[in-house]
């Protein structure tokens, strides 16, 4: 556990409130060297801004690398998210989000534009403070979540309002009208000794009032003043509704912000090597000698056709590969699967269906030349000397059928190149195929489009909160 006091006192970004990111993570708060984690279970987050002095890749390495240490459960992998403004390039591909975080100074005037805007606000409206999660405060939560399109952890942040309160630094600051109405509210955090953190706020159509949001803007400033706070942390711009919400107050950016999300794997030991080659043998045909078993085995790529969706803050991928290929994608396979709850798979996997397919694709019809032999070096044979022979002429009535030809330049012969993108399923002398498209998606974890036990067994355990908070 940190001195949270001087974590505090030190705060660049509202995730150094300890206490408020403690209790919306429910995991504990830790230093290594000038970074803040938070970690419980088999899952960690990383603060990249350090409490002094500036952000440096190989600083942030080491303090990484010691924190993943300290994961109470990290034998079978660590679940990680990191923000910085920066991240060490090997995350590069494990990139959410970028976003700029926005700060306005407490002694910064009420607009001009909006100062008439906030006094007739004013006459009908009423300003007060409190710590009281209440019934009007979850219909306006709920009425705003319903209009606004935000991402996963902004979400959580307005999920879990009502059971983080009681902490240290937490109010709430509302707009009420004449009949009682919520019109709008901000959760603030006045922890952190140099600023006062705008986490989130919403206000209501329901009840609306023009300029609410403003004039809690203005009573916010005023506070974060008396307080004696240097500025009002406005966090991320989020999108662009948001962002020129806090433009117009003259907010200003401060920081690039930049998230990532991976999981941490251990590096395998000898007893789980020794499992993992167990487990190739027994799966393995009778008949091969151990030797031909490894050599069998296809060299590993990592998969590179895949596209990334984002649509009402949940992300998707679509990827494809060739229907057959001779190189295996399994660790890469293993590496996406975890990061998503549900995988769609086109083509057929049923046993008898790929045996087919791999049949007819080793043992091809005579009736048409292999493709690897009719490349020309154009296309890309080695040396150009793959030709299929000539047809009949277009004007002859009848047309032959081809004989299949030779490939005099190709060291592969027919049928050889025949392994699948698909990993994990061998037979006795290549892989068997299935159609290349695959659709992973974040959608509830008990949905398998193919409910085999291999499939299941890449399933990452979804965290329903992603643990960064953002802005609303």
């Known amino acids: 556990m940190p001195d949270l006091a001087s974590v505090l006192e030190q705060a660049r970004v509202p995730e150094h409130s300890a206490p408020f990111m403690q209790a919306m993570s429910q995991g504990t708060a830790f230093l290594e060297g000038e970074y803040l984690f938070l970690t419980a279970d088999d899952w960690l987050m990383a603060i990249g801004y350090p409490l002094s002095g500036e952000y440096a890749h190989d600083s942030f390495e080491r303090a990484l690398a010691a924190a993943l240490r300290r994961v109470p459960k990290r034998l079978e992998g660590v679940d990680c998210w990191a923000i910085g403004p920066d991240l060490p390039a090997r995350l590069a591909g494990h990139v959410t989000d970028r976003d700029t975080f926005y700060i306005l100074p407490c002694d910064a005037p009420v607009p001009a534009r909006l100062r008439r805007p906030v006094e007739i606000a004013a006459e009908k409206l009423t300003v007060r403070e409190g710590r009281d999660f209440t019934p009007a405060h979850r219909r306006l939560w709920a009425e705003f979540m319903n209009r606004a399109v935000l991402p996963p952890n902004v979400r959580g942040l307005f999920a879990r309002t009502g059971a983080v309160l009681d902490t240290p630094g937490l109010r709430l600051l509302d707009a009420v009208d004449a009949e009682g109405n919520l019109a709008a509210s901000l959760l603030l955090d006045d922890a952190p000794r140099r600023f006062c953190s705008y986490l989130i706020g919403a206000h209501s159509r329901t009840h609306y009032t023009p300029h609410a949001a403003d004039l809690l803007f203005a009573h916010m400033l005023r506070s974060a003043r008396e307080a004696d706070k240097e500025y009002v942390h406005l966090g991320l711009g989020v999108n662009d509704g948001i962002r020129r919400f806090k433009t117009k107050w003259g907010g200003r950016p401060a920081l690039p912000y930049v998230m ?187 949905k398998w489009a193919n409910p085999s036990s291999a499939w299941k067994a890449l399933k990452n355990r979804w965290r329903p909160w992603s643990p960064f908070p953002s802005d609303g």
């Open 260 to 446: 990532a999300s991976w999981r941490e794997t251990p590096r395998e030991t000898g007893s789980e090597t020794i499992s993992s080659l167990v487990r190739i043998l027994l799966e393995s045909p009778s008949d091969l000698s151990k030797r031909q078993i490894f050599d069998s085995l296809p060299q590993q790529r990592p998969f590179a056709m895949l596209w990334e969706l984002t649509k009402n803050g949940r992300t998707s991928w679509i990827g494809g590969t060739a229907h057959f290929f001779c190189y295996s994608f399994e660790a890469a396979f293993r590496n996406l699967f975890e990061r998503v709850d549900t995988v769609l798979f086109e083509g057929p996997l049923d046993a008898d269906s790929l045996d087919e397919v791999a049949r007819i694709g080793k043992t091809p019809d005579g009736r048409h030349p292999p493709l690897i032999c009719l490349r020309s070096r154009k296309s890309g044979c080695s040396n150009g000397s793959c030709r299929a022979p000539p047809e009949s002429s277009p004007a002859s009535s009848t047309r032959r059928t081809p004989t299949p030809p030779t490939c005099g330049g190709c060291s592969q012969p027919p049928g050889t190149g025949m392994h699948s993108s698909r990993c994990g399923r061998r037979i006795s002398n290549g892989w068997a195929g299935t159609s290349p498209w695959i659709s992973a998606r974040g959608t509830p974890r008990s």
